[in-house]
């Protein structure tokens, strides 16, 4: 193999690439990236045999040919070459040498042949769905906070992404807190549903916010989605990426979800949010719980802990009704906060053993938030 390429563009493709390479697998060539070499291009692929990613750069090829390489070490060396124009040679052991043209900085590293790189899921069937890449990224932005990071509880380590007739929603809980965002999309036809691990989720944010970033002030960055067989795949920015689906059941969450709350208060979002940091730094390091009171126009926060003392702050807040307490966690309460870019917020509370509900203060018709938090005993 020998092609000519440039830095940069080699450097983003690469950067996305050695991200998803499983470097601490059992299986060595997982933390390769495979280079394969033909008709004016070079892709590069990586796969941690649950997710997969391909991008795609110009060449100039003068011999096509695949090779393995370590992702890491391909992106360092690429990484310390001069801007400007690179050049991949690969010899028959599969060494592979990457040199300058502009200076005589070159590296070699061992590779293998590209046969021996495992073979990447291809969409067979199914129906694309073309969605605005912010929307996508929003959608994320809103929930995966509350995605659990237990790889062995699979329904609650992912994310579920349902269609409905010009709407779409995605969900996610760990157990403690539940997150759903519902954003009006005139693109969705059909209904279905999907759960996305975790790792895929969050690949799937990057991809989305790369793109968005990137794009001009008149362009709209499309994410093509499909569903085809055991994975889903999309397609931005030049990248193919496709993720193995979870086959579990998710929590039946409209189950969760109060009806109604005998207690609703419009409080400020941003005052809240600092009046929680502040008192949570005096909050048990292992519950992370802050006691919240509600009484005729105020919102008291409160924590204490033998380690930590005391934390004290409140707020004016629009609430009529008797005083009620409540214990809950700070961070997963912070969390929903973050998630939401309203200048207010409403929060509703039955009792001290009921879940909290928190939606953004504003009136929005193409979209609808919520979070759940469950109480915790102080």
Request: proline share 5%; hydrophobic share 40%; charged share 25%.
């Amino acid at each position: 193999m020998h092609v000519t390429v440039s830095k940069k563009d080699l450097s983003r493709v690469l950067a996305r690439c050695q991200g998803v390479a499983d470097k601490k697998s059992t299986m060595p060539v997982l933390g390769n990236v495979l280079l394969e070499a033909s008709q004016g291009a070079l892709r590069l692929s990586a796969t941690d045999l649950v997710l997969a990613v391909t991008g795609e750069v110009a060449a100039d090829v003068t011999k096509p040919g695949t090779v393995a390489v370590g992702a890491k070490d391909l992106y360092e060396r690429v990484r310390m070459m001069p801007e400007g124009q690179l050049v991949i040679e690969v010899s028959d052991g599969s060494a592979t040498t990457i040199r300058s043209l502009t200076t005589a900085r070159r590296y070699t590293i061992h590779g293998v042949p590209g046969e021996e790189f495992p073979s990447l899921p291809r969409p067979e069937k199914g129906e694309p769905l073309e969605l605005d890449a912010a929307v996508v990224s929003r959608l994320i932005s809103s929930t995966h906070f509350s995605i659990s990071t237990d790889e062995t509880r699979l329904h609650l380590s992912s994310a579920l992404l349902e269609l409905e007739k010009n709407r779409l929603r995605m969900v996610t809980t760990d157990g403690h807190r539940l997150s759903k965002m519902e954003i009006r999309a005139a693109e969705v036809k059909t209904t279905g549903s999907m759960l996305i691990p975790l790792k895929g989720i969050m690949e799937l944010r990057r991809l989305c916010d790369e793109a968005v970033a990137e794009a001009s002030a008149e362009t709209v960055p499309k994410i093509r989605l499909i569903e085809s067989g055991p994975n889903v795949f999309a397609e931005l920015a030049g990248f193919r990426f496709s993720v193995k689906l979870v086959d579990a059941q998710f929590p039946p969450y409209q189950q969760v979800i109060p009806a109604q709350s005998e207690h609703v208060v419009r409080a400020p979002r941003t005052f809240l949010a600092d009046a929680l940091k502040a008192v949570s730094l005096a909050a048990s390091d292992r519950t992370g719980g802050v006691k919240i009171t509600l009484s005729e126009g105020l919102l008291r926060v409160e924590s204490e802990s033998p380690e930590a003392g005391e934390g004290f702050d409140e707020l004016a807040v629009d609430h009529r009704g008797p005083t009620l307490t409540i214990g809950l966690n700070a961070r997963y309460f912070l969390d929903v906060l973050g998630a939401i870019t309203d200048d207010e917020v409403i929060l509703g509370i039955s009792g001290e053993l009921d879940p909290a509900v928190i939606r953004p203060g504003g009136d929005a018709s193409d979209r609808d938030y919520l979070a759940v938090v469950m109480p915790m005993r102080i």
